[in-house]
């Protein structure tokens, strides 16, 4: 029999039987659609949050205060009230480490932010020097950035994000040249930063940067710091630097047990790679439920062929008394299962990445449709079509022709 042939008995086989061939095809094409959104979601959810990690710095070292303990691979401090880094530490760490590209000291306190037309707001403070605008990629939509200057100074000068300007003076005013008093001491505004948004370890919008030295002197009155950010010149050398950082660390704390350390450092690799794995077990739990659909599309599948193997038993019969071949029957059931699912695939591609575009615009979900992901669902598509159209196929290949054609 010629694949020309199986092919016009294929359409006309499931024109016959438009109702049911449409209520099968729609049982793939749900199964489909879900799949292909579920995934794009959970793959956005993963780019969206790498997105995030990325924006707060490439290559990036956090040295924090305090002692250290493991959680999940990635260390954390014991607390910010801790005292034990210095800007010696930081210049130790400049001069006697190699593959390091910039390192940036960092003061920050939680305060609560006024101005005299008597609005309010509590938020972060960080005290920062010039590195750290370049360390962790923060750009100014407005005004200027803060200079070696406003350091060696102990200027009280400020920069806001877009939250704290809409806090403290509405949306979409222009804060420079205003000012801010923060524990008493004012401040004049001279910089709004551009909007990163929320990354899931703090808002990068409600934060107020002010000079290093200014934040030692009148907010902390100490010469500690809160962090030392690293920034790593090459991704492979982070782990080299990382465990050079700490050596050096231990040898000037004067601290034998590493397990003693009163400083930890968070590598951003390994934020990254548990972010990875979390949203990498999401997508997969997505895709699973999303795949129980599929199933169902595929035992829909086999139904409607066994009951097209029952009605058109007195046909096959028929069809093998003038010679037609198992081989022949088999392969007419098999493609048409086949079509069912091809179709039902097809279909469901197009929904399921239209779907994926109407979550995005009214839920603000990010999500991400790769061609893997499509060629895959396609692929699984046909799949199912071979495999829950093989046991159909075959019965009515093996039907006896004599008993066929008695068949009532």
């Known amino acids: 029999m010629l694949f020309a042939d199986i092919l016009e008995e294929t359409k006309f086989s499931l024109y016959s039987n438009k109702s049911r061939s449409a209520l099968t095809i729609l049982g793939i094409v749900i199964g489909i659609a879900s799949v292909i959104t579920m995934v794009s979601i959970g793959q956005g959810s993963s780019q969206s949050i790498q997105s995030?990690?990325?924006?707060?710095?490439?290559?990036?070292?956090?040295?924090?205060?305090?002692?250290?303990?493991?959680?999940?691979?990635?260390?954390?401090?014991?607390?910010?009230?801790a005292t034990t880094l210095t800007m010696d530490d930081a210049t130790a760490i400049t001069s006697q480490i190699s593959g390091i590209k910039t390192v940036a000291s960092v003061v920050n306190s939680r305060q609560q932010v006024k101005t005299s037309e008597g609005t309010n707001t509590n938020t972060s403070i960080y005290g920062i020097t010039t590195e750290y605008i370049a360390v962790k990629s923060i750009e100014i939509a407005s005004g200027s950035a803060l200079t070696k200057g406003h350091n060696d100074n102990l200027s009280k000068v400020a920069i806001i994000g877009p939250t704290v300007r809409d806090d403290l003076f509405g949306e979409n005013t222009d804060p420079l040249g205003k000012k801010i008093r923060i524990n008493g001491q004012e401040f004049s505004i001279i910089g709004l930063t551009e909007s990163k948004g929320g990354t899931g370890f703090g808002n990068a919008d409600d934060l107020i940067y002010i000079p290093l030295s200014t934040a030692q002197r009148y907010l902390s009155n100490s010469k500690s710091l809160s962090n030392i950010n690293v920034e790593v010149e090459e991704k492979d050398q982070m782990t080299i630097v990382q465990q050079a950082i700490t050596d050096l660390l231990l040898t000037k704390h004067r601290i034998t047990d590493a397990t003693k350390a009163d400083f930890s450092i968070i590598n951003q690799a390994d934020i990254l790679s548990t972010a990875s794995e979390v949203t990498g077990t999401m997508t997969l739990l997505l895709a699973a439920i999303a795949g129980i659909s599929l199933l169902v599309g595929g035992i829909g599948i086999m139904n409607m062929m066994l009951t097209t193997v029952t009605e058109r038993t007195k046909e096959i019969g028929l069809r093998k008394s003038l010679g037609a071949k198992n081989k022949d029957i088999s392969n007419q059931f098999l493609c048409e299962a086949i079509a069912l699912t091809f179709l039902g695939g097809f279909i469901g591609i197009i929904l399921g990445c239209l779907a994926a575009g109407i979550v995005t615009k009214f839920s603000g979900t990010a999500t991400y449709i790769t061609l893997q992901s499509i060629m895959l669902a396609f692929g699984v598509s046909a799949l199912i079509g071979i495999i829950f159209g093989y046991y159909p196929a075959k019965r009515a290949a093996k039907l006896n022709p004599i008993e066929a054609l008695r068949f009532e």
């Not at 990036?60 to 009230?81: E, M």
Request: hydrophobic share 35%.
């Open 52 to 81: 995030n990690i990325e924006s707060l710095g490439s290559n990036l070292l956090v040295v924090s205060p305090g002692f250290s303990r493991n959680i999940n691979s990635v260390a954390r401090s014991g607390g910010n009230s």
